[in-house]
């Protein structure tokens, strides 16, 4: 097996006490990153663009900064990459999309911002499946990314850039977007942490829409400690994003240690096996955990989520539908690519027929359908009334539960093209991560175990909205255990 | 079990959606849309006539801001942006063909 993971981890959190009390510098640490990247990228292809020149001044600022003195922040000369789909002002934005070919945007996401202003380093752009649609990064006009444990493997999708970045050592942290479970999927496949923070709270300005009412932004990081340091700086209310929560938790990493006694803790049965296509050792390596969390003094029990048998239908009628309506904006008029016809309809035509790829042509059509008359009601709306049933279970689950427990992918990381000619078998692989988008809930992946293969399991970690700080104690409670 | 879409369907999605396919692509679309239909046929069976749809998770009606006039783009800021422009304004091809 060809892999070109590290042997050890660096962890953020270290980087940057080391950098802020100078025993190290941001561009020493930048350097040695790039150097990573420069040994091990093109057999990964995590990357569309590595911000090399970018990446260089910015540490140097943050060594001057520190040199006079100044506060740096948290995430002080912490490399950051970002999935494609993130605005960055002036640097290429492609969603790995050729429709937004040659694209610069004229501002910052505001995570990039809150990032930079915290310290980072942004080190590049990561590959992404096109418009994040897809669950394995082979769905990128660039060409597919590689899974650092085995590079025949894919890292899942749609933020197979970010974790794979992460997971080689490129970087110890990547942000990523999530809209069907495109953080925490990845996450497991290439076994690091991945969260899906609450629906609101992570500003969505700047994130290139894919379904606006489940996009939502989040960190990957090697540490469950990272990734709670990394959301505290991402987090908190944004004007720019009118769905964007006032009461936004951000505080995580002070009760982190705080274990779980007295937790109550759910095990959602028809994500361990009650739906078919979940692998028997990603359930053994889940039931695992659950035993851990039992050891340390959390009450375990059964519970069932009757409305997750539906989840699948009712994610790939919504989803679409919003995709169907987002990108209708990519019509050759204001940015990216224009492939010319004889009048302003032709122009359209012959723009999106080039610019996007088959994924996405098959999700706008797909939601389109679901969208048009005749077939609104027996589609969309009955999609959207599936959510509701969920929601409500959700919500009678916590009346008595903290968290719930499940596995994040029903298998561990696949070949490169087994999947990506039959679209159905590979919607299946969000089958236990699309329930929390749907309700906009925050869940979280973090590695455990692995499988026959050797490649990484995870297991999922679902919370209440803006409960993440029970959700990060567990996880940290699990990590302690599998380390 | 009827088949849930055509690919004259498929046709006119794509029209709808300002796509164009060729014949091979319709076919292999019109099978590969139909697989997901057909999933969706659980959905489509149940029976939630009392159920209330949700189309949101946040139970949000209109975000307002102060009327505070605030820093934005100017146009030369994203015009250079844009495939083709003329006096200021977003060049497009014309709208209205001779024929039609």
């Known amino acids: ?483 | 079990m009827s088949d849930s879409i055509s690919s004259d369907e498929v046709k006119h999605v794509a029209h709808l959606a300002r796509l164009r396919l060729t014949s091979e692509e319709l076919v292999t679309f019109t099978d590969q849309l139909r697989a997901v239909l057909d999933h969706a046929k659980d959905v489509e069976a149940l029976e939630l006539n009392d159920v209330e749809p949700m189309s949101h998770p946040l139970p949000i009606e209109n975000t307002m801001r102060k009327d505070i006039p605030n820093p934005m783009l100017k146009p030369s800021d994203f015009l250079p942006q844009a495939p083709a422009v003329e006096g200021g304004r977003f060049l497009v091809p014309k709208i209205l063909g001779e024929e039609e």
């Open chain 1, 1 to 483: 097996m060809n892999s070109v993971t590290p042997e050890q981890y660096q962890s953020a959190s270290e980087i940057a006490d080391l950098v802020a009390t100078r025993e190290i510098s941001a561009l020493e640490i930048l350097e040695r990153h790039l150097n990573k990247i420069e040994e091990h990228e093109k057999d990964v292809h995590a990357f569309n663009l590595v911000t090399i020149n970018e990446a260089r001044a910015a540490a140097k600022e943050t060594d001057k900064l520190i040199s006079e003195g100044e506060n740096v922040g948290p995430l002080a000369g912490v490399p950051v990459a970002i999935k494609d789909n993130l605005c960055t002002k002036g640097i290429p934005t492609t969603a790995s999309s050729k429709i937004l070919e040659g694209w610069n945007p004229p501002y910052d996401a505001t995570v990039v911002r809150k990032l930079k202003e915290a310290g980072a380093t942004i080190v590049g752009k990561t590959n992404l499946d096109e418009f994040a649609m897809g669950s394995s990064t082979e769905n990128s006009a660039f060409g597919p990314t590689r899974n650092p444990h085995d590079l025949t493997c894919v890292p899942g999708g749609s933020s197979g850039g970010s974790a794979a970045a992460v997971a080689a050592g490129f970087a110890p942290i990547a942000i990523g977007s999530d809209t069907g479970g495109s953080i925490r999927q990845p996450a497991a496949l290439c076994g690091v942490v991945g969260v899906k923070p609450t629906y609101g709270g992570v500003s969505r300005y700047g994130l290139l829409a894919f379904a606006s009412s489940l996009d939502q932004v989040g960190p990957f990081a090697t540490s469950v400690k990272d990734a709670a340091i990394v959301h505290e700086v991402i987090g908190g209310y944004d004007p720019l994003d009118s769905t964007s929560i006032k009461q936004a938790p951000n505080s995580f990493v002070n009760e982190i240690d705080q274990g779980v006694k007295k937790l109550k803790v759910g095990i959602i049965s028809e994500l361990m096996g009650g739906i078919d296509g979940i692998t028997q050792e990603v359930i053994d390596q889940t039931n695992i955990a659950v035993s851990t969390l039992s050891n340390a003094g959390a009450q375990v029990e059964e519970v069932s989520l009757p409305a997750a048998l539906y989840c699948l239908s009712a994610y790939y009628l919504i989803a679409p539908a919003e995709a169907s309506s987002n990108l209708s904006r990519y019509d050759g008029v204001r940015y990216g690519l224009r492939v010319d016809g004889a009048n302003l309809q032709e122009m359209n035509v012959n723009t999106r027929t080039e610019g996007f790829g088959d994924e996405v042509k098959r999700r706008i059509m797909l939601g389109t359908y679901a969208l048009s008359a005749g077939y609104y009601d027996a589609y969309y709306g009955k999609a959207l009334k599936v959510r509701r049933l969920l929601a409500e279970n959700f919500a009678e689950l916590y009346k008595d539960y903290d968290v719930l427990l499940s596995p994040t992918s029903p298998c561990t990381a696949f070949k490169l093209g087994a999947k990506v000619d039959d679209p159905m078998t590979m919607y299946v692989n969000d089958v236990c991560t699309i329930p929390s988008n749907l309700v906009g809930h925050p869940a979280m992946s973090i590695p455990f175990g692995s499988g026959k293969d050797g490649m990484p399991i995870g297991v999922q970690i679902l919370a209440p909205p803006m409960k993440e700080s029970v959700m990060y104690q567990v996880a940290h409670t699990l990590e302690k255990a599998s380390q």
